[in-house]
């Protein structure tokens, strides 16, 4: 069984378009997250999402947009992607409401998005 | 602005080696420091440490924090091929939000 489950794994698109990556997770965990990992390997927090709220926004375009359907969900859609968008999103879950106390991130295995 | 910094970037050497990978941080409202493993795909977690001076361990892998210094390093002893990963240091700031270094390529040769 997945813990953290996105989908796509792969997605190759053009600039302009738009597109969404799924996350899942059946942890039973209460925040979620997403990371981007650049070409250089630089794991770079964008959103965390406590129980369907929004806790962190970090300095990402209006282009970037998260929902959370349910606590079990947190996806991405991005519009008008552009070559820097190019890079691996990684969605992510922590045990604990409210705060990563244990440490332990479990991560999804990530979601290659090359934008041509 | 909070940054982590891990070195070196890359490393390679032979199996039965030992290394040591390091990590210094320079965050507003730290909280801990977190070693995590990455092979091919998703990022594992391998220690958390918040108390200065202790070490931790996990069967070859040791790690220990210095609050004084901000730093921490990250050793394994013994290396095997399997070692082979991104070795990610990142620091716990405030509630939620790691901040990641940009990792450690470590490649052991047999």
């Known amino acids: 069984d997945t813990a953290v489950s996105q989908t796509p794994k792969y997605l190759v698109t053009q600039m302009g378009n738009d597109k969404s990556i799924k996350c899942e997770q059946n942890?039973?965990?209460?925040?979620m997250y997403w990371y981007k990992q650049d070409s250089k390997k630089f794991l770079k927090i964008m959103f965390s999402?406590?129980?369907?709220?929004?806790?962190i926004n970090e300095t990402v375009p209006n282009r970037f947009s998260p929902k959370s359907p349910d606590k079990a969900h947190l996806n991405l859609h991005i519009n008008s992607l552009e070559l820097g968008d190019s890079a691996v999103y990684f969605c992510?879950?922590?045990?604990?409401?409210?705060?990563?106390?244990?440490?332990?991130?479990?991560f999804g295995e990530g979601s290659r998005l090359t934008v041509l | 602005e909070d940054k982590v910094v891990q070195s070196p970037l890359s490393l390679v050497v032979h199996e039965g080696d030992t290394v040591t990978l390091n990590c210094s941080y320079e965050?507003?409202?730290?909280?801990?420091l977190l070693w995590y493993k990455q092979e091919k795909k998703a990022p594992t977690f391998l220690f958390m440490l918040?108390?200065?001076?202790i070490e931790k361990k996990s069967g070859r892998l040791s790690s220990i924090l210095d609050k004084k210094e901000l730093s921490s390093i990250l050793n394994i002893t013994a290396t095997q091929t399997g070692d082979s990963a991104i070795y990610l240091c990142?620091?716990?700031?405030?509630?939620?939000?790691?901040?990641f270094g940009q990792g450690t390529r470590l490649t052991i040769n047999p």
């Open positions: 992510a879950s922590s045990p604990r409401g409210g705060g990563v106390d244990t440490g332990e991130l479990f």
């Open positions: 942890l039973g965990h209460d925040t």
């Open positions: 999402y406590n129980n369907k709220e929004l806790i």
């Open positions: 965050v507003t409202n730290f909280r801990s």
């Open positions: 918040t108390s200065s001076g």
């Open positions: 990142a620091s716990l700031q405030g509630a939620q939000k790691l901040v």
